[in-house]
């Protein structure tokens, strides 16, 4: 056996785009790809503790385990051996890779790098683990069922003219809906002039509104950070409708990607009678709703034998018909990374 191990590194979205050059890798050359998050800068924990993937070609075991079989193998390139014993990657090893695109006689091939674009191939093979899947409907069922979502960038990559953009969508914004963001500044603006609009995840108030927040969340616990960034892409993606104010963002690009393609979105969401069983173990009073179980891999006829009697053959919040996302563009809106914060804060109020 062959391997790669991927180190992804930048945002959600970078990583598993980075991961989605990866796993092409792996299948087009008959690797086995063993994903490493633990050693990355921000998220610092094992991301098979969130999200599990499905293809033949991606480990799911014990990081150490993988580790003590490959450490005595070849390795290319040579001087990201280093990189599997140490706690940490610093940033500079992303300058040493191979080349996706051509095979290597070595055993393993180590990969770290960030990056963005819409990682199609990762969402084809990954879906939330229960402790994620838990909190997405608990949070679900305190939003309306057509509720709109938005997504509003504004720290390290600003937003185009934010006052345009609240004007053009003041209507969805007057309904029941949900809103992303990782300025505080402006989710406490928002949410004091729109009084139906809804958030979860903790943000901090950064001293500088230039401070990227992976970077940069003192105070929040890592564990929900990283259930709040994954839960809330969901959240986006599972709108009426879909309205992000930053065109050059990753994030909202992947969750306007999900909300779009519902199919996809759904089995992110339920992929395994197993995990049915251990959400209806966890969180029966939720009430969770699921509907078109072909969509999703499961097998009526085993729910019923597993006794899983609280959750309803009904999927309709999530399959549902839904209208066009109205976004903004990069015609439409010019950007202006130069907001004025206060101003802007007048004129909503």
Request: charge should be positive.
């Amino acid at each position: 056996m062959r391997y790669i191990v991927c180190f992804p590194g930048g945002g959600f979205n970078d990583m598993l785009s980075v991961i989605n050059r990866c796993i092409k890798h792996a299948i087009k050359y008959n690797r086995l790809l063993i994903i490493d998050t633990t050693k990355t800068e921000w998220f610092a924990k094992d991301i098979h503790d969130y999200i599990s993937f499905s293809h033949k070609n991606i480990y799911n075991g014990s990081l150490n385990d993988i580790y003590a079989t490959i450490k005595k193998l070849s390795i290319y390139p040579e001087n990201m051996t280093i990189t599997l014993t140490r706690s940490r990657i610093p940033w500079k090893f992303r300058t040493y890779n191979f080349d996706l695109n051509k095979d290597y006689t070595e055993d393993v091939l180590v990969y770290y790098m960030s990056g963005g674009g819409i990682p199609y191939e990762t969402l084809k093979h990954m879906y939330v683990k229960p402790n994620v899947l838990n909190v997405y409907y608990e949070r679900l069922n305190k939003l309306s069922i057509n509720y709109n979502s938005f997504h509003i960038r504004n720290t390290d990559k600003k937003s185009d003219n934010l006052e345009l953009f609240i004007k053009n969508n003041e209507q969805y914004l007057n309904e029941s809906g949900f809103l992303a963001s990782d300025d505080a500044n402006i989710i406490n603006m928002i949410k004091e002039k729109y009084k139906k609009i809804i958030t979860f995840s903790s943000i901090p108030e950064l001293a500088s509104s230039q401070k990227n927040i992976h970077y940069n969340h003192i105070g929040i616990e890592q564990e929900l950070f990283i259930v709040d960034c994954i839960v809330d892409i969901l959240l986006l993606a599972s709108g009426e409708r879909f309205f992000f104010s930053c065109p050059e963002s990753g994030y909202s690009k992947l969750a306007n990607y999900l909300f779009e393609n519902k199919q996809i979105l759904n089995k992110i969401l339920i992929n395994k009678i197993s995990d049915i069983i251990q959400i209806n173990q966890d969180v029966k009073k939720h009430n969770i709703v699921i509907e078109n179980i072909e969509n999703h891999n499961i097998d009526k006829h085993n729910i019923e034998n597993n006794k899983i009697t609280k959750i309803q053959i009904d999927m309709s919040r999530s399959t549902m018909k839904y209208k066009s996302p109205k976004v903004c563009s990069k015609k439409k809106y010019k950007p202006n990374h130069s907001v004025d914060l206060s101003q802007l804060e007048k004129k909503l109020i």
